[in-house]
């Protein structure tokens, strides 16, 4: 009753509208698309963690920055997986109020997400800095959305299924589909939606093991809903949860857009063409995130037509494509390769370099920095 992937914003936003927003800072095209490659394939890459040995005696780790939520990985507190993968690459800890279980919630743009940014930001002229800043601005992103949950198993991400209101339909979830095909016989029921959003949102509870928003389905991830929730947690009543997707991703786009113009304003090099000021294509994009489209590729769209039409960026172009699946063909052509010294040839070497440089400083040096110490 609950879909594959409710913890994970959708490619139009990670891929589209990044690349969209760092177009707009100026940004070569070529270097806007492995950044939002980056940013998508934080999701795609699903694979275990294993390691690939070549015949010179070369290994690489291949790390997991995502998991299919059915993973029995992500039931459990005590595996590492929630620490290593969940937590870092999409609720990075907001490090606020008292007790640990409360300071590693997500909170929207923390002051560690802040810093977090301003470290891949200073690492662009690696090899692998484009890659560290597309993985940086997935998580980033995932700040807007993510806020109020954690990425491990806890109380603090449990909340009452039937206190879920929609303000706006989401054609998209599983109760929308049982009603068109049931129609006829459950018309005459009462409240039968309510109850069907209680009995998904709880069994998405149970199967994740209240880990991230999985309570919440997919709602905090289509970027025109608005809806709201009450925890089941009382010492969460008074953080208000009535949510207005639009209003924070369009906040997350601003935001992105910024930290793209920083970058290409310190480095020249990244730079193509002037930077348009978000100002100047705000209600665009605001009217883009407003479409009520449950279908991401058709989101997606939504993006590229607009970019074909001039209206992002200062002339009219394409999106150039999504990397990922290029990527996958790079790990299974890796799986038979010999010699470890082809590795750096391969762009999807680069973002597992990124992936390793992220995860190491976000665990082992930026949270502990703010008394976090989880890995």
């Known amino acids: 009753m609950w879909a594959e992937g409710n913890n994970l914003m959708h490619i139009d936003f990670h891929y589209y509208a990044t690349y969209s927003m760092a ?29 690939l040995k070549f015949m010179d005696g070369g290994r690489l780790n291949l790390i997991p920055t995502s998991h299919p939520l059915r993973h029995l990985y992500n039931t459990n507190i005590l595996d590492n997986d929630q620490r290593t993968v969940w937590l870092p690459f999409h609720f990075l800890p907001g490090n606020e109020g008292n007790s640990l279980s409360e300071k590693i919630v997500c909170r929207k743009n923390s002051l560690i997400a802040q810093e977090m940014m301003a470290f891949c930001q200073s690492m662009v002229d690696k090899p692998f800095g484009l890659f560290l800043l ?57 409240n039968w939606r309510a109850g069907l959003n209680v009995l998904q949102s709880e069994a998405a509870e149970l199967f994740t093991g209240a880990l991230g928003h999985g309570a919440v389905l997919k709602y905090p991830d289509y970027p025109y809903l608005k809806w709201g929730f009450e925890y089941e947690n009382s010492e969460l009543k008074e953080t208000g949860n009535k949510r207005d997707n639009v209003s924070t991703y369009l906040e997350a786009c601003e935001n ?68 990922g699946d290029e990527w996958n063909r790079d790990i299974k052509d890796l799986e038979n390769e010999n010699f470890s010294s082809k590795l750096n040839d391969k762009p999807v070497f680069k973002f597992f370099q990124a992936a390793a440089t992220y995860r190491t400083y976000v665990l082992r040096d930026l949270l502990p920095q703010h008394g976090l110490i989880l890995d």
């Not at 939002?36 to 963690?49: C, G, H, I, L, W």
Request: overall charge negative; glycine content about 6%.
């Open 256 to 323: 992105l857009h910024r930290i793209f113009r920083e970058v290409g304003e310190n480095r020249k090099e990244t730079k193509t063409d002037e930077c348009l000021d978000f100002e100047v294509i705000q209600e665009m994009v605001k009217g883009i995130l407003e479409v009520e489209e449950p279908d991401m590729l058709k989101r997606a769209d939504v993006w590229c037509e607009a970019v074909e039409k001039g209206k992002l960026f200062s002339k009219s172009e394409k999106i150039l494509p999504y990397l």
């Open 23 to 51: 177009r707009a800072a100026g940004l070569n095209p070529s270097y806007c698309q492995i950044i939002a490659s980056a940013a998508q394939y934080v999701d795609d890459n699903k694979e275990d963690e294993k390691s």
């Open 134 to 190: 597309g993985i940086a601005s997935h998580v980033y992103a995932d700040t807007f959305s993510h806020y109020g949950f954690s990425g491990v198993s806890s109380r603090w991400n449990k909340v009452k299924s039937s206190s879920i209101e929609l303000e706006n339909e989401n054609k998209d979830d599983s109760v929308h589909r049982f009603s068109k095909k049931y129609e006829i016989t459950m018309g005459s029921l009462t």
